[in-house]
């Protein structure tokens, strides 16, 4: 009896063997170079044309390159949790979406559980499950059982097994009782889980989750990410490849993270480490009104501050001041600030975050 | 490497995928319930136009004027053959095209392109469903002509005309194969479709004999398989059409061939190129 038919609840932990890897429900075993790695790409890079306007064709302008992802090499371990962390239009979808066979690379090349995304795309498809962001990405017309029985075909689950397996995700993520309720009827947050249920049907040894928590609110995403983390990813032993633009997710979920701004990783390391790379103790943000060079340089000279990061977020002007002691300078801040005009409309201390750590390497926000 | 999944159980499993394919299509054809009005009535309003149309032309279903040109007097039956065999015409050619750009809009393509099930499965599937469908809809149109107007048309031959329409079947996938590479890279099919399918309509005897176009149109109309499916169904039924029956059952699987090969290979183009330019999921 091979594990599927077992159903979910009862597996086992899995002890796979590290020369091979189970995909599907199937016992569908290769080897592989004896490595531990699940993902591995090779200065993978996807350039887009971008579309342009039919006035500026005519005009005969020429077209706008934009690298999506730009040679990227990473590696992620087999029972990874690994974040790719970044804003807007950062190329994280582009990655996943190369690494799941529905992009063609431009340049280089990537092995997701040692097969070739470009030679072996029928072996990539079998060994990955994934979900998007949208929300349209299942069938709203239809049932969540639908929707999932109609995905198990495709994924080429046995005919046979199909019903204890959908029946085995929906309990795993704890729907089964909406199972006959229509997708269009669904909350975000369970929709959200229809679709991790689909990605799980083949019982896919990696995941791709895009953005899994975009548009939940605080609290189910809290428990989302539990789920992910717990039950997903440590008991079904699932390497699992996220995107997101929340720091705070990517710190409490991952393993690893990786940073990638315009198409390329700045930074990669666990979150703990991030955080270590900011050797001041403190942070102060400020809004402020106005922010003029000479302003700038002038903070930089007091003895406490160590740097000092501009960004605009919403049209607003921040400052981050990063320093070893917030108490022993803010007076004399302050005293500059008033100095050249300026005030601020918004001040806080803070330890160093993820996005600090961010905005120090690119100097810009995580929202763009 | 070594795989356990052969080629012989992918096969199989994704014949059983074509079963989940056809299900999913109906239900969700059933969750729309404008649909099922509209397939309840079609049938009726289209043979119910070609009757008064003939009333109003020739003054009945029959006419000497006709047959100095078509070569039969059957005037209503000519054209019902010709409006059923072109319900095919439509769903073949654009069902597969139309099904993509919905599943497109739905925002489901990347989903169903994500799995491993291979795209030609997923066609045959949507294509299957399609021709079952039109088979009703071209089904009722003979069955309601035969039971309200004075044609007989339900009988023995109906066998052989399913067979000719199946032949011709195949040359129409080839073709909306090429038009489903053609959603992919241009994305716009609505208005193209209906282009397409009035300019195949105009060209090809569907409606009138090839004898009334001038000859340069008459001309395009020997490249388009529907031409030949049409004239063997009638040669065969006895209304009009000279040439021999198997001269254009030969021409049609020419054209089946060519028409199969031309679209497959576009298909596979047409979807490395949308792979190569992020276009699958846009619209
Ligand atoms: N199909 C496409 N055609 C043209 N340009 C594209 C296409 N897909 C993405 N891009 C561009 O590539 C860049 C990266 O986009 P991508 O969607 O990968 O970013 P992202 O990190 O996922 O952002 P978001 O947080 O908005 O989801 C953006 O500049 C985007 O405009
Ligand atoms: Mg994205």
């Known amino acids: 009896m091979c594990p599927a038919q077992l159903g979910f609840k009862s597996l086992p932990r899995r002890h796979i063997p590290s020369q091979k890897t189970f995909i599907g429900s199937e016992a569908f075993y290769f080897v592989k170079s004896g490595d531990d790695i699940a993902i591995k790409t090779n200065d993978l890079t996807k350039i ?32 990874e949790l690994f974040g790719l962390l970044g804003p807007n239009g950062a190329g994280k979808t582009s990655l996943i979406k190369l690494l799941s066979t529905l992009l063609l690379p431009d340049k280089g090349t990537a092995s997701v559980n040692g097969w070739d995304i470009e030679k072996n795309s029928f072996e990539v498809r079998m060994s990955i499950g994934l979900t998007l962001s949208s929300e349209r990405q299942l069938y709203w017309k239809l049932s969540a059982q639908e929707n999932l029985e109609y995905f198990a075909s495709l ?28 997708i269009e009827n669904f909350s975000s947050g369970n929709r959200q889980k229809v679709a991790l249920a689909r990605a799980l049907l083949n019982d896919p040894p990696i995941l791709f989750l895009d953005e899994p928590t975009i548009g939940l609110d605080p609290s189910f995403s809290k428990g989302f990410r539990k789920l992910i983390k717990d039950r997903i990813n440590k008991s079904e032993s699932k390497t699992i490849l996220l995107t997101t633009h929340y720091m ?121 | 490497m070594v795989s356990e999944l052969s080629k012989g159980v992918r096969l199989s499993r994704e014949l059983h995928t074509i079963r989940y394919i056809l299900k999913k299509e109906l239900k969700l054809w059933k969750r729309y319930p404008s649909r099922i009005l509209f397939i309840l009535i079609m049938p009726f309003l289209s043979i119910l136009t070609l009757y008064f149309q003939g009333m109003g032309l020739v003054g009945g279903t029959q006419s000497s004027e006709f047959e100095s040109f078509a070569g039969t007097q059957d005037y209503l039956v000519f054209i019902i053959l010709g409006s059923a065999v072109f319900i095919f015409v439509s769903t073949a050619i654009w069902g597969v095209g139309n099904s993509i750009r919905r599943e497109q809009m739905m925002g489901t393509l990347e989903s169903i392109w994500v799995t491993p099930t291979s795209k030609i499965t997923i066609f045959v599937g949507v294509a299957l469903f399609d021709g079952l469908f039109s088979s009703y809809v071209a089904f009722m149109q003979l069955l309601i002509s035969s039971l309200i107007l004075p044609v007989n048309l339900i009988d023995l031959r109906l066998f052989v005309i399913i067979g000719i329409a199946f032949l011709l079947i195949f040359a129409l996938y080839g073709l909306g194969f090429f038009f489903t590479g053609f959603v992919l890279i241009y994305k716009e099919l609505e208005d193209f479709t209906n282009m397409i399918t009035s300019a195949i309509k105009m060209v090809t005897p569907v409606s009138y004999p ?20 049409l004239q063997a169904i009638r040669k065969y039924m006895g209304v009009g059409e000279s040439g021999s029956l198997y001269q254009y059952l030969g021409l049609l699987l020419v054209f089946d061939l060519i028409f199969l090969v031309v679209g497959s290979l576009f298909f596979r183009y047409a979807e490395r190129s949308a792979k190569r330019r992020g276009a699958i999921a846009t619209y």
């Open chain 1, 48 to 79: 887009f044309l971008r579309r342009n306007s039919l006035m500026s064709r005519l005009k005969k302008k020429k077209k706008i390159e934009v690298r999506a992802v730009d040679g990227i090499d990473l590696e992620v371990h087999e029972r």
């Open chain 1, 155 to 182: 994924y080429l689950l046995r005919p046979s097994e199909i019903r204890q397996r959908v029946e085995d995700t929906l309990e795993l993520l704890g729907i089964a009782d909406q199972r006959d309720m229509l």
């Open chain 1, 248 to 368: 705070d997710e990517a710190d409490q979920l991952c393993n690893r993270i990786a940073f990638i701004n315009e198409g390329r990783i700045v930074a990669l390391d666990t979150p703990r480490n991030l955080k270590r790379s900011i050797d001041e103790k403190e942070i102060i943000t400020l809004n402020l009104t106005k922010a003029s060079d000479a302003m700038v340089s002038e903070l930089e000279r007091l003895e406490p501050i160590h740097s000092i990061e501009r960004y605009v977020q919403d049209d607003s002007n921040f400052m981050k001041i990063y320093t070893d002691s917030a108490s022993s300078c803010i007076q004399d801040i302050f005293g500059i600030l008033i100095k050249h005009g300026s005030h601020a409309t918004y001040y806080r201390t803070s330890k160093p975050t993820l996005e600090d750590v961010f905005i120090k390497i690119t100097g810009s926000g995580l929202d763009g």
């Open chain 2, 210 to 229: 090839l004898s009334v176009l001038p000859a340069p149109v008459a001309f395009i109309a020997l490249f388009i398989p529907l031409t030949y499916a």
